[in-house]
């Protein structure tokens, strides 16, 4: 029902920022909680940030508070993901996810991109 693609991702040096987009398509896709994800090599999918429907609840991991911001335009269907300060350790695949639940930070979404790689180098 719900088709996510990502884009943006690219290769930095760490202190670096990069941007990250999502553009949704599907029905009632602009009152889908969402949120992005990242994988590791050799780790699981790790939830990095999220966003409720309306753009009024956000939420972060530890790890990128401070740093990230997540953001949705529903009327472009858009959601978007500002990386700040980036360090190696943030390098991996990005994805965005949906959900009409409300799921957090935990990597169980209905529906997911294909994903887009950073690589923060030293």
């Known amino acids: 029902q719900v088709q996510l693609v990502e884009s943006g991702g690219g290769s930095v040096q760490a202190g670096g920022s990069l941007r990250l987009s999502c553009v949704a398509s599907g029905a009632a896709v602009s009152r889908s909680h969402m949120g992005w994800f990242r994988r590791a090599p050799g780790k699981e999918r790790e939830g990095v940030a999220c966003?409720?429907?309306?753009?009024?609840?956000?939420y972060y991991s530890d790890s990128v508070k401070g740093r990230f911001t997540i953001s949705r335009d529903n009327a472009k269907n858009m959601l978007y993901l500002q990386m700040s300060s980036l360090k190696p350790e943030d390098s991996g695949l990005y994805y965005c996810?949906?959900?009409?639940?409300?799921?957090?930070?935990?990597?169980?979404?209905?529906?997911w991109g294909q994903g887009t790689r950073v690589t923060v180098s030293s």
């Open positions: 966003i409720s429907w309306t753009g009024g609840t956000t």
């Open positions: 996810a949906a959900d009409w639940r409300g799921l957090g930070l935990s990597p169980s979404y209905t529906y």
